[in-house]
């Protein structure tokens, strides 16, 4: 997941946290998190790069709906970004400190 911007890596979580994502569900999952509009010409070449990087399989539900979803890959690498994460910050982030 080191070639990714954060963006992307935010589309893949999303993308593996909705039980059928498609661009409209994915575009608003994000508006919500990031509390600002998500322009299609940020939303669609991003999630392209992640089909293209073999992260994400795209596919057509109608004629104006595609849908993505994660391959193999895509759930390894953020498998892998959790183990990393986890050795930094821990389940339980509440316990730390501040000086």
Not at 32 to 41: L, Q, R
Not at 58 to 64: A, I, N, P, T, Y
Not at 69 to 86: C, D, N, P, Q, S
Request: proline fraction near 2%; charge should be negative.
């Amino acid at each position: 997941m080191h070639d990714l911007t954060g963006f992307q890596r935010d589309l893949l979580y999303v993308i593996a946290g909705l039980d059928e994502p498609h661009g409209l569900a994915i575009k608003e999952e994000l508006e919500a998190y990031y509390e600002k509009e998500i322009h299609h010409g940020r939303l669609y070449p991003n999630l392209d790069s992640l089909v293209d990087k073999g992260l994400v399989e795209k596919g057509q539900r109608d004629r104006r709906t595609n849908y993505y979803t994660l391959t193999r890959r895509g759930a390894r690498e953020i498998e892998a970004r959790r183990e990393w994460e986890e050795q930094y910050v821990g389940e339980d982030v509440s316990q730390t400190q501040t000086v």
